[in-house]
């Protein structure tokens, strides 16, 4: 690991300390690096569009979660757009935002028998591990207890709340999209279809269909 990555990871480190730090701008060697260069093992889910790691950080084996990017050439916009929403969104119910990457690198590949370079993107997101995975696994469990799915339906609404004043709608909310933590706080995550609206900016009333079924 290059000492870019190595300032990257004490930088990480410090910020899973500080809450209030801002997210920022991670070397894909880092992240190559805390997923063991994102091996089979450490999958801790996937979707259309991207496939997450769980990434270890130093002795205490403090962890993240890395959302890398299937297909960065087709959904280049999905992570413009949240990386745009998370930036500046702090709440505990809504999972936190630590940094990105967005790395081109060239590669001599193949093209019609000749060899070309061709450029690789990288576009991955991290952000905090929530240990308890997604709603949608915990709703088919018979065995609840009310005050425990009413401090989740409160978690969510605060979450949504706190969103919709800071004029961002989600445009996919689904139980796979709330992530639990070891209180079983939940956590709004995945902002692949956001829109964020300035203040003064009229929402635009779209009959395009967004999200899941």
């Known amino acids: 690991m290059d000492w870019k990555a190595t300032t990257a990871r004490s930088d990480l480190e410090q910020m899973l300390v500080d809450e209030t730090a801002e997210p920022k701008a991670l070397p894909l060697s ?8 994102f091996s089979d093992s450490q999958e801790i889910g996937s979707g259309g569009f991207a496939i997450v790691y769980k990434g270890i950080l130093g002795l205490g084996h403090r962890a993240v979660a890395v959302k890398r990017l299937s297909n960065t ?3 280049e916009k999905q ?6 929403c998370l930036m500046h969104v702090k709440h505990k119910n809504v999972v936190r935002f630590l940094g990105y990457c967005a790395d081109t690198q060239g590669s001599m590949e193949r093209y019609d028998g000749k060899l070309v370079m061709a ?3 990288q576009r991955l997101l991290c952000f905090e591990y929530v240990p308890n995975g997604s709603l949608d696994k915990y709703i088919i469990d018979p065995c609840r207890a009310w005050r425990t799915c ?3 339906i409160k978690g969510i609404c605060a979450g949504l709340q706190y969103l919709h004043e800071n004029n961002i709608i989600h445009l ?3 139980p796979a999209n709330i992530l639990l933590d070891n209180n079983m706080i939940p956590k709004v995550t995945d902002f692949g279809l956001s829109r964020c609206f300035a203040e003064n900016q009229t929402r635009e009333i779209t009959k395009n269909i967004f ?3």
């Open 30 to 37: 880092l992240l190559e690096d805390i997923t063991r260069d």
């Open 211 to 213: 999200g899941s079924m």
């Open 150 to 152: 009413y401090k989740i």
């Open 119 to 121: 450029d690789v993107q």
């Open 79 to 84: 992570f413009h757009r949240e990386v745009e």
């Open 172 to 174: 996919d909310m689904k």
């Open 73 to 75: 050439y087709m959904h």
